[in-house]
């Protein structure tokens, strides 16, 4: 399991680590989740994520969650807007 350090804004990578998938629950995993800084570079929240690029913390995975979501309805009421103008203007 692959795990990085990286700026959310800008997306540099800082740190890198590989652990064993068996050794998840490591007190370093642990201290990896709960830290947090700033990006030297442009000042965005420098955080661990895993390979696949989700954070390790719960509390940036319910922010992710949360924008994802907010992302889904803005493009579902889009395409509402125009299915409707279609429907009302478009004959």
Excluded at 20 to 48: A, D, F, Q, Y
Excluded at 66 to 83: G, S
Aim: hydrophobic share 40%; aromatic share 8%; net charge positive.
């Amino acid at each position: 399991m692959t795990e990085k350090q990286m700026c959310r804004r800008c997306k540099t990578v800082f740190a890198t680590t590989s652990s064993n998938p068996i050794t998840v629950h490591s007190l370093g995993r642990i201290e990896r989740v709960l830290s947090e800084r700033k990006c030297p570079k442009c000042g965005g929240m420098v955080i661990w994520v895993s390979g696949d690029g989700t954070p390790l913390s719960y509390k940036h995975r319910a922010v992710d969650i949360r924008r994802k979501l907010a992302m889904a309805l803005v493009w579902a009421a889009i395409a509402a807007l125009i299915l409707f103008l279609w429907k009302r203007y478009g004959q």
